[in-house]
């Protein structure tokens, strides 16, 4: 992730939000709710490296990437004087000596090129030239969209070659950043389990057009739409994860509706749905949640209802019949196993076929693994297998073993090990090592044995510290002794804190690289975090130590604010204090809301109350560019206990933009419990895209109680804002919990 936010040329326009673009993106794809990815291969290079820095970081990430490379980019980008060839700005570019001060964006097609990563992703948020939309991020006048077609990679970018990117006046990222973040948070009900790239194309192109903002472009996409990025979190109801889906939880209501009647309405409003996606996931999801209530031939015209709708899905047919054959598997496998080799294209197929294995691989084994077989694309069919292999190795370590060995592509081979050994460690550690260490890759082999230290942390801290200790590359060392470290905070706190020390040592060593080495920094914030916040527990006075371990004061403030949230609970006085103590004052009005909160749960509104006090106030102080998020993080704990203060501190902002997310965002807070309240605040709010969350969140809240009032708000939405809102309410309907 590239961004520098400020610029030595005066030509070039300092955009002070790209940092916060740069950050909270590897926060989203780090949160092991939403991405995932391992945060030490999570690479944000400083803003002010140079060309060769960035470039050695590009490379070496094109290298050891075996899965996904993703290179996004935020600036400005310009064009060559002669050749006209793409350049991306950097801290030290200089507009007039393109060449030798910025980055030619043909080192990030080779860098591409040469990767044996099975997906590459480009994304651009970056000026192009044309109409000028708020603040842009371009102040010189040639710029404009080069060539992005790469090879075997797919290029996203946030304006065509006639536009300009944007920022907003109030909002905390680039125009097309912050609708990219609130999508990957938030999720999506048009989008299945994970959100792919596909998705969020689709999303941000429907959003900002809405908006009247530049749309977004893509190429190179073939069949690199479906692979997915993140988690969705709008999808957690499907996956029984409800901790996972704030956004769309169904609240607490009195009974009021049985189930069948529940279900019924959720078909009527499933027809409603104009969009051909959303409806045949609608459908089949009410066919799956009904199977044990209605009628067997109800189901079946259910399934057969979206079977129909899927098929007049033009746009994006892998995922319409995904939605049905994953309905399907446990109904009636052999009918999804038929519909899943209808599709014509490779890919299509391909991908359908993959997930219906990994929708029937725990419950039937030999057919998944039959399945997987047969298709005949090689990256779907690797993702088949690697499934199989996963759900088997915990009872049938041997089928596990030799499904990975099979797969004869040693770019696949050697992941799909990787997981086995990782599913397997908890219930036979010898045999996770062994695979582990017989895997040939260095890179993958080491991230193995950081699984399997991992995995046996819990059960086995000497085998897991031997195992991390051994390990040579700091990526995969540290978040394995972190893990072992948080394992025994309970019962030896004085080896939590030892190991802490030990991985706190090892950075500081390097102390007089730190300036160019960020990506350890934040490596060790995620370390020590890990292991303070487990040790908070039962020894906050050690858990503040490992928070000093490092004179790195971002480093030690980050995991301050997590041991203030850790104990928030049984040491308020000592919570607040800490909080107190932090000098980034963003970062102390997060924490400060969070004990707020927990100081409310717990029947203290009294200090709740004030500690929202001095989290406002700290919000004033906060630099303009994330004013409004830490504004908004108050009004959302506040919502909680004091809406009435809450809705105060919003309307007492003056500048439209913000007063409007914190109105989103308190709307949302209070919509489950005073649903009249939220609608209220939906009508005042004049944005269109934000005014829709509001809504979608009261219809979610009164879903089961009065489903028709539900359909009504998403009926005053329109276009794909309706379909969302009505497919948010089947979920709810659907859900027994």
Not at 108 to 131: E, M, P, Q, W, Y
Not at 336 to 346: F, V
Not at 406 to 413: A, G, P, Q
């Amino acid at each position: 992730m590239v961004g520098p936010a400020y610029y030595e040329d005066p030509e070039l326009t300092d955009v002070p939000v790209i940092a916060n673009n740069i950050s909270d993106l590897a926060q989203v794809l780090t949160d092991e709710k939403l991405g995932g990815f391992n945060p030490f291969t999570c690479i944000a290079v400083p803003s002010t490296a140079g060309v060769a820095q960035v470039g050695s970081a590009l490379v070496h990430a094109a290298a050891e990437a075996e899965d996904l490379l993703l290179f996004y980019y935020s600036g400005h980008g310009l064009l060559g004087p002669r050749r006209r060839e793409l350049y991306l700005s950097l801290a030290s570019t200089r507009s007039d000596q393109l060449a030798f001060t910025a980055l030619p964006f043909d080192a990030v097609r080779d860098a591409c090129l040469d990767s044996k990563a099975t997906n590459r992703v480009v994304i651009l948020d970056s000026c192009f030239s044309g109409r000028a939309i708020g603040e842009t991020l371009s102040s010189v006048k040639e710029a404009v969209l080069g060539e992005l077609e790469v090879s075997g990679t797919y290029t996203l970018t946030s304006s065509p070659a006639n536009r300009t990117a944007v920022v907003l006046p109030g909002e905390r990222h680039t125009a097309f950043t912050e609708r990219l973040l609130d999508m990957l948070n938030a999720g999506s009900p048009a989008a299945g389990t994970m959100i792919n790239l596909g998705d969020i194309y689709r999303h941000l192109h429907t959003r900002l057009r809405a908006e009247g903002l530049p749309e977004p472009q893509r190429c190179g996409v073939n069949n690199a739409d479906l692979l997915g990025l993140v988690r969705n979190v709008h999808s957690a109801h499907a996956s029984g994860d409800t901790s996972a889906a704030n956004d769309t939880a169904e609240p607490e209501h009195a009974p009021g509706t049985d189930m069948t009647e529940r279900l019924t309405h959720a078909e009527r409003i499933a027809n409603t749905i104009g969009d051909g996606l959303w409806r045949t996931r609608a459908l089949a999801w009410v066919a799956r949640a009904a199977a044990d209530t209605f009628a067997p031939e109800h189901v079946e015209r259910l399934i057969d209802q979206a079977e129909q709708a899927a098929s007049a899905v033009g746009h994006a047919p892998a995922e319409a019949l995904t939605a049905v054959v994953t309905a399907l598997a446990a109904l009636d496998p052999d009918r999804a196993e038929r519909i899943a080799n209808t599709p014509a294209g490779t890919e299509t197929k391909g991908y359908v076929l993959a997930a219906l294995t990994k929708a029937v691989a725990a419950s039937d084994p030999e057919r998944a693994e039959s399945i997987a077989v047969t298709i005949t694309s090689k990256y779907q069919r690797w993702r088949a297998l690697s499934a199989v292999a996963v759900a088997v190795a915990a009872t049938n370590p041997d089928r596990a073993e030799r499904i990975a060995r099979s797969i004869t592509d040693k770019d696949f081979k050697w992941p799909a090990l990787s997981a086995v050994a990782a599913a397997v460690a908890a219930t036979n550690p010898d045999r996770a090592e062994h695979i582990a260490k017989s895997i040939t890759v260095k890179h993958l082999r080491l991230k193995a044995l950081s699984a399997v230290a991992r995995a046996v942390a819990a059960t086995d801290p000497d085998r897991a510290e031997h195992i991390a200790q051994a390990i040579t590359s700091k990526d995969y060392r540290w978040p394995a002794l972190s893990t072992t470290a948080a394992a025994v905070a309970a019962t030896d706190p004085d080896r939590a804190e030892r190991i802490a020390g030990d991985i706190a040592g090892e950075y500081n060593r390097w102390s007089p690289l730190l300036f160019t080495e960020p990506v350890a920094a934040t490596s060790l914030a995620a370390a020590l975090r890990t292991v303070a916040a487990a040790v908070a527990a039962v020894a906050p006075d050690r858990a503040e130590r490992i928070a000093y371990a490092t004179p790195h004061q971002s480093t030690t403030e980050t995991v301050l604010a997590e041991v203030a949230k850790a104990v928030a609970a049984t040491d308020p006085d000592r919570a607040e204090r800490i909080a107190n103590s932090i000098s980034d004052k963003f970062t102390q009005v997060t924490v400060l809301a969070a004990v707020a909160s927990t100081a409310a749960a717990a029947g203290d509104p009294d200090h709740a109350g004030s500690l929202i006090g001095q989290a406002k106030r700290a919000a004033s102080t906060v630099k303009a560019h994330s004013r409004a998020e830490a504004l908004t993080t108050v009004v959302t704990a506040a919502a909680a206990f004091d809406p009435d203060r809450a809705e105060r501190m919003a309307y007492g902002i003056s500048e439209k933009p913000t007063q409007e997310r914190m109105l989103v965002a308190l709307g949302k807070a209070v919509a489950a419990t005073d649903p009249d309240r939220a609608e209220q605040i939906a009508d005042v709010i004049t944005d269109e895209s934000s005014r829709t969350k509001v809504r979608a969140a009261v219809a979610r809240a009164v879903a089961v109680t009065d489903p028709d009032r539900a359909r009504r708000i998403a009926n005053r939405a329109s276009g794909g804002a309706k379909a969302e809102i009505l497919y948010s309410v089947v979920l709810v309907l659907t859900d027994p919990k």
